[in-house]
């Protein structure tokens, strides 16, 4: 193969006549339970594939507890709402991640307090937990981020030192181990999404799961305007909070439920697609590969290429625009990436701490030391100016042609790195 980048009039690493298929596949399985769902007649959140699928995803993660939602901020919501977070309380998250690790803290009143993660897992850092720990903080959100479980050993001793409860953002991880454990069944609660990009996919939706009773109970509430009695006595119509309307419906249900029951199998084929495309590229010059062991293996998520910054350093660039450099090269090649630029405390509405108007929650509930100053997570920093990823070239029903091409597709920009222009 030349190595003359395309992006600079060479030939494209990705051969044309190679065809990506779109995510997720569907057979007539799914075709059969959406024609089932809109045929009956309780088509609301306690409609039959509701119930089905409350039970399988349950079975499925090992949880007592399961609630589908409407998507995976709702559930993460649920959790925060679940673990008797209120207005002012802190709640611990990763400085790298999607809007809604931190947002539903917010959605809660509460207050989001981050902390910076290892460059190498890309993961809230164990080590530099405690230090944001303060007499407020009620409790830790952890994302198993990019499909690879959190180190959950020192997190949940942490949390039992300090008596804080433990939600694990699994939006990005249905399926992920962590020492054979399923994420979600590991903290006091979980959040998980199957929005169009996740591995297990439905289009929108999301499940809430926990193995506790009350942390069910309060979660329900939120979900179900708060008319629900603390007890879970049944409706009686009475509002006893402020609630919401988190619950899925029937006939998204029953596409997730036809999902579900393939995705051992969509797991396993987009794990192996996942792995031939991390041994190709293993050992590529100034490509720093992509965090996966056997403790803590991946799902088949994504495979987020990054560059190493000692090769920004040495050349004098700075690693965003380099990372901008490479993605455009990367699409040139027929292997498009995208840059993921989730720097959290770097959003506007930290930045101007004011979520609802008049710098609610922050303004009658926060500490004023409490501060989203992005120099206070250079790690997080340097990860979202490396993060490029597209989630689907290597999912089924792609195969082994598809990673490998895409494998070459980063080899070859990667080997050239100096022939792009910065
Ligand atoms: C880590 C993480 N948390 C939360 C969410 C929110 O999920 P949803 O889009 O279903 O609300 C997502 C997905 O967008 C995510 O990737």
Redesign the pocket.
């Known amino acids: 193969m030349s190595s003359k980048l395309a992006i600079n009039g060479g030939t494209p690493a990705v051969d044309p006549n190679i065809a990506f298929h779109k995510w997720p596949p569907t057979d007539e399985s799914d075709e059969k339970l959406v024609l089932e769902a809109i045929r009956q007649d309780n088509h609301s959140g306690g409609g039959p594939h509701v119930v089905q699928l409350r039970e399988e995803f349950a079975a499925w993660n090992g949880n007592d507890f399961c609630i589908p939602t409407n ?4 559930a ?1 919501h649920m959790c925060v709402a679940g673990c008797g977070v209120a207005a002012g309380d802190e709640v611990i998250t990763t400085a790298l ?2 809007t ?2 931190a947002s539903c803290i917010i959605h809660h009143s509460g207050i989001p307090v981050f902390v910076d993660v290892d460059w190498e897992t890309m993961h809230i850092d164990p080590a530099k937990i405690e230090a944001a720990i303060s007499d407020r903080t009620r409790a830790i959100l952890v ?1 198993h ?1 990019w499909g690879v479980a959190c180190d959950m050993d020192p997190i949940m001793a942490i949390a039992e030192k300090h008596g804080l409860k433990v939600i694990e ?1 699994a ?2 991880a249905p399926g992920s181990l962590y020492k054979g454990r399923k994420v979600g069944t590991i903290g006091h609660c979980a ?1 998980f ?3 169009q ?2 591995n297990f996919c439905a289009g ?3 499940f809430f799961m926990t193995n506790d009773e009350e942390i069910c109970g309060k979660a329900r509430a939120v979900m179900s305007f708060s008319d629900i009695r603390p007890a879970d006595a049944g409706r009686d119509y009475h509002q006893y909070g402020l609630g919401y309307k988190y619950g899925t419906a029937n006939l998204p249900a029953a596409f997730a439920l036809s999902q579900l029951r393939k995705l051992d199998h969509t797991n396993a084929w987009a794990r192996e697609n996942w792995h031939h495309l991390a041994d190709l590229v293993k050992g590529t010059p100034n490509l720093f590969p992509m965090y996966s062991s056997d403790d803590r293996p991946t799902n088949g998520y994504a495979y987020v290429p990054r560059v190493d910054p000692a090769y920004a350093k040495a050349r004098g660039v700075a690693l965003q625009p380099l990372t901008a450099a490479i993605a455009n090269a990367l699409k040139a090649e027929g292997a498009p990436f995208s840059q993921a630029r989730w720097l959290l405390p770097g959003h506007g509405v930290f930045q101007a701490k004011n979520a609802f108007g008049n710098g609610a929650p922050w303004t009658h509930h926060a500490r004023p030391e409490i501060s989203y100053d992005t120099a206070q997570f250079p790690v997080s920093k340097d990860c979202v100016d490396t993060c490029m990823w597209n989630a689907n070239l290597h999912r089924p029903p792609n195969g082994k042609e598809q990673a490998g091409a895409t494998a070459a597709a980063i080899c070859k920009v990667f080997e050239n790195l100096d022939d792009l222009t910065v």
Do not use: F, M, R
Not at 71 to 74: H, I, N, S, Y
């Open positions: 998507c995976g901020t709702a993460l991640s999607w809604s690790s994302v981020y953002d939006c990005q959040g999404s199957i929005n990009n996740k929108e939706g999301g």
